[in-house]
């Protein structure tokens, strides 16, 4: 890289020949175009047109020209449906963030107990990870099916009050979304648990050792607070995950019933393309951008502005 | 951050353990089988569900062993279940999804390889602020750009129509969800590689270059041959990826190449008709069998792919 990281000093002292700079190294500048195209272009252009646009009263078609300020958003915060999208989205956040969390670290822990068949175990684990929301939601709707599935099952074992309908139960319905979330995702997380573990220097378990600490105990007082990187990782990946949920939605409930497991991103989506309402989709996407940054800051500034310090 | 190499998850280190039935291993055994019962129960549901007939389905219940096994419901899904007016099976959403998936793995495929080459060898003003755009902007929400996208694709496929004299457009089409899925597995991909580039020792770049070779002699020469292991990653990673997609089909493409999660989709939870619970089954294991395939096959490499997304920043 000595050849090409010279370039600062040597244009400094070629500085007076302005055209040669730009043409220095030109192959790499055109086969890097479609990354200068699509961060600026998609990633930035599109962002500020859409950000721009959910400010103006776009109806079938964009009207860059009719300015309404913030009365898309005020509608939008008073729009039944976005409400209940919104409070989905936060229950199944915070499930699926300490669920994934726990489960991921315990069978990445089990599995680190150097056990017999921990492949076949983490095969086993991670196979969901392959497959899409789609195919998670519908074989999730056939288990959840009320006549013939959980439910039935128990019942037929002699528990006849039994009921467990949750995609049919408005209240609870998020719930069973969230088990077919966990389902498919968990082994991802236990997997990056699992490669944070075998991280950790086998002295530190000797050293517990000698000292008499219980094995429970060394995971929660030594190992966890060593994995901090590890798990902060994992949450950055579990969060961006959820602010995504769409698909799942779609296949498993496809909001229902009635609006009762309705999520941010399928309220944009429809807005957009189904109700021909555009305003409203750049707002409540625009909306769902701020969410993203509300995590992705703080985080971030950790991780970044922590590294120039040392 | 973390080492997240396929090395590191290659087994436990240490002595092995003693056979011992101590109440702690039975414990241990115990929580990772019930464990692995939830995570196998729907293949289970779904292999059995397929091989059903739906008499047999209203009977029983969903973990019932099938006791007259057929595969009608397989042969049905595959050639004959319908979406709207159309009767002929998955096998159009099947043969749509390969030919979204085939070019769309090779295009972004090159494009980030050779983005992630310059980013590593080629350095120069503002590729790193680029770069870091890219991997930012892979956090934000897709429901921001899907719009404006559209726009783009429809009016440069009008450019295209009108300069070439042809009906040719972009939106609505395979060559739209194409470009879309290149831009979007772009930041992920061009990671992969500049690591990966980064990691090759610099003294062979060098070396090329005291020879004389250029920018695309060096890449098609001496990074390509020694980087086949990464490009296998990076396969695995976009053939699943990109054949779970749903919402870029939904979105970019219409009714006749509608990907095969779509057309899964739209056949399972249809309103018309009777529900057929098997055929819906064997249409759902047969989308999912792709990745799957993928995935007990590459093993190691599927791990290492989708934890280098884990490495980010």
């Known amino acids: 890289m000595a050849v090409t990281d010279s370039g600062g000093r040597e244009s400094l002292r070629t500085a007076p020949k302005k055209p040669n700079r730009l043409f220095k190294n030109m192959s790499a500048k055109i086969a890097s175009l479609p990354m200068i195209f699509t961060a600026l272009v998609v990633f930035i252009g599109c962002t500020v047109w859409t950000i721009y646009h959910s400010f103006t009263k776009s109806k079938l078609l964009p009207a860059p020209d009719k300015w309404v300020g913030l009365d898309q958003y005020e509608r939008l915060w008073s729009t039944r449906r976005w409400l209940v999208s919104i409070e989905n989205l936060a229950i199944y956040g915070i499930c699926s963030l300490i669920l994934s969390l726990v489960i991921g670290f315990t069978l990445a822990a089990l599995l680190d107990r150097k056990i017999r068949g921990e492949g076949v175990f983490r095969t086993i684990f991670l196979y969901p990870f392959a497959l899409s929301f789609i195919v998670t939601g519908l074989v999730w709707q056939w288990i959840l099916n009320p006549q013939f599935g959980i439910q039935k099952v128990v019942q037929n074992w002699g528990w006849e009050s039994f009921t467990f309908d949750p995609l049919n139960n408005a209240d609870i319905v998020i719930y069973g979304i969230l088990i077919a979330g966990i389902w498919q995702g968990s082994g991802f997380i236990m997997v990056i648990m699992l490669a944070g573990l075998r991280g950790i220097d086998e002295d530190i378990w000797k050293a517990t050792r000698v000292d008499g600490i219980p094995t429970w105990k060394t995971y929660i007082v030594v190992i966890i607070p060593m994995m901090r990187p590890v798990f902060v990782t994992a949450l950055v990946l579990i969060a961006s995950g959820i602010i995504k949920v769409y698909d799942l939605v779609v296949a498993q409930t496809s909001g229902g019933p009635g609006i009762a497991s309705e999520v941010p991103a399928k309220y944009v989506i429809e807005k957009m393309f189904q109700s021909q309402n555009l305003g409203q989709g750049f707002a409540a996407s625009t909306m769902m951008l701020v969410s993203v940054l509300v995590v992705l800051i703080p985080w971030a500034y950790l991780e970044f502005g922590g590294k120039r310090r040392d | 951050?973390?080492?997240?190499?396929?090395?590191?998850?290659?087994?436990?280190?240490?002595?092995?353990?003693?056979?011992?039935?101590?109440?702690?291993?039975?414990?241990?055994?115990?929580?990772?089988?019930?464990?692995?019962?939830?995570?196998?129960?729907?293949?289970?549901?779904?292999?059995?569900?397929?091989?059903?007939?739906?008499?047999?389905?209203?009977?029983?219940?969903?973990?019932?062993?099938?006791?007259?096994?057929?595969?009608?419901?397989?042969?049905?899904?595959?050639?004959?279940?319908?979406?709207?007016?159309?009767?002929?099976?998955?096998?159009?959403?099947?043969?749509?999804?390969?030919?979204?998936?085939?070019?769309?793995?090779?295009?972004?495929?090159?494009?980030?390889?050779?983005?992630?080459?310059?980013?590593?060898?080629?350095?120069?003003?503002?590729?790193?602020?680029?770069?870091?755009?890219?991997?930012?902007?892979?956090?934000?929400?897709?429901?921001?750009?899907?719009?404006?996208?559209?726009?783009?694709?429809?009016?440069?496929?009008?450019?295209?129509?009108?300069?070439?004299?042809?009906?040719?457009?972009?939106?609505?089409?395979?060559?739209?969800?194409?470009?879309?899925?290149?831009?979007?597995?772009?930041?992920?991909?061009?990671?992969?590689?500049?690591?990966?580039?980064?990691?090759?020792?610099?003294?062979?770049?060098?070396?090329?270059?005291?020879?004389?070779?250029?920018?695309?002699?060096?890449?098609?020469?001496?990074?390509?041959?020694?980087?086949?292991?990464?490009?296998?990653?990076?396969?695995?990673?976009?053939?699943?990826?990109?054949?779970?997609?749903?919402?870029?089909?939904?979105?970019?493409?219409?009714?006749?190449?509608?990907?095969?999660?779509?057309?899964?989709?739209?056949?399972?939870?249809?309103?018309?008709?009777?529900?057929?619970?098997?055929?819906?089954?064997?249409?759902?294991?047969?989308?999912?069998?792709?990745?799957l395939g993928i995935y007990f096959v590459s093993g190691k490499l599927f791990v290492r792919g989708i934890a280098a997304g884990a490495v980010k920043g």
């Open chain 2, 1 to 291: 951050m973390t080492d997240l190499s396929a090395h590191s998850l290659s087994g436990p280190r240490g002595p092995k353990p003693r056979r011992r039935l101590s109440p702690a291993n039975i414990m241990l055994y115990s929580t990772l089988f019930i464990a692995a019962v939830y995570y196998l129960l729907p293949l289970y549901v779904m292999i059995v569900t397929s091989l059903k007939g739906m008499p047999e389905i209203r009977l029983g219940n969903v973990f019932a062993p099938p006791v007259d096994i057929t595969f009608e419901p397989w042969v049905k899904a595959w050639s004959e279940a319908c979406t709207g007016i159309n009767c002929d099976g998955l096998s159009r959403g099947f043969w749509n999804s390969v030919q979204i998936m085939v070019p769309s793995v090779i295009i972004s495929i090159a494009i980030a390889s050779v983005n992630g080459y310059a980013l590593a060898n080629w350095k120069f003003k503002g590729s790193e602020v680029f770069f870091t755009i890219l991997i930012f902007g892979a956090f934000i929400p897709y429901q921001v750009m899907i719009y404006p996208i559209v726009i783009l694709l429809r009016e440069t496929g009008d450019v295209i129509a009108a300069a070439t004299g042809t009906n040719f457009r972009l939106m609505g089409s395979l060559s739209g969800l194409v470009i879309v899925h290149s831009i979007f597995g772009m930041p992920i991909l061009t990671l992969l590689f500049r690591n990966y580039f980064t990691s090759v020792p610099e003294e062979l770049f060098k070396a090329a270059r005291v020879d004389g070779a250029g920018f695309w002699r060096i890449y098609f020469q001496v990074m390509l041959p020694m980087s086949l292991p990464i490009f296998v990653v990076a396969i695995i990673l976009q053939v699943t990826g990109i054949w779970n997609d749903f919402l870029f089909g939904v979105i970019y493409t219409k009714p006749e190449i509608y990907p095969m999660t779509v057309q899964l989709n739209n056949i399972v939870n249809s309103v018309q008709g009777v529900k057929e619970y098997n055929v819906n089954m064997a249409a759902t294991l047969l989308t999912g069998l792709v990745p």
